[in-house]
């Protein structure tokens, strides 16, 4: 597989709660590639958590240092990276997405409910209504992240590995229909 790859970066997207992080550590084991959370990076980078970014200079500041600290990530190979859910909100972010092989990890909002339902750190999920929340930001990024090279759905009862295995089975698909003539 790591062949068939070609060193191509493999960019993880979707809603908060849908695993990203977790699948792509072990995405990343298979393949022999190094693992990135996008949102780590942009906590070590800026000394600051993402509620205390958000906090301190609003969301529109933050998708700023998000895209330049993703523009940064992307240069590099090999790597299976676990984006923040907005990522896809800026045009930006997409002409690095592109690069690669982008995989949506689609969770139902009953799902991301119950993984969600005692997460303090997410600073866009701190509304009365988590579910109504969901839903909003769902609605907002589901167009964009439909533009996703591969949508792997996940039920409640998918293990990580079983997901991971999912992947693994669906790359040769996508390489061949995402492979441009030279």
């Not at 240069?75 to 982008?102: M, Q």
């Not at 997460?119 to 996703?148: H, I, N």
């Amino acid at each position: 597989m790591k062949n068939l790859l070609k060193g191509v970066n493999l960019y993880l997207i979707g809603m908060p709660g849908s695993g990203k992080t977790t699948l792509g550590r072990l995405l990343a084991q298979h393949l022999g590639y190094g693992f990135v959370d996008s949102d780590t990076v942009i906590e070590k980078a800026a000394g600051e958590t993402i509620t205390e970014l958000f906090a301190k200079y609003g969301e529109p500041a933050f998708r700023q240092i998000e895209s330049q600290i993703f523009a940064e990530i992307c240069a590099h190979t090999k790597l299976v990276i676990s984006t923040g859910g907005g990522v896809v909100l800026r045009r930006e972010n997409w002409g690095y997405l592109r690069h690669g092989l982008i995989i949506w990890l689609h969770a139902p909002v009953e799902l991301l409910l119950v993984r969600l339902a005692e997460d303090t750190t997410r600073p866009l999920l701190q509304a009365v209504d988590l579910e109504a929340k969901l839903r909003s930001l769902l609605a907002q990024r589901q167009a964009l992240y439909s533009q996703a090279d591969l949508q792997i759905t996940i039920s409640e009862e998918d293990t990580p590995e079983q997901v991971t295995e999912r992947v693994m089975a669906s790359l040769p698909r996508i390489l061949k229909s995402t492979a441009k003539p030279l």
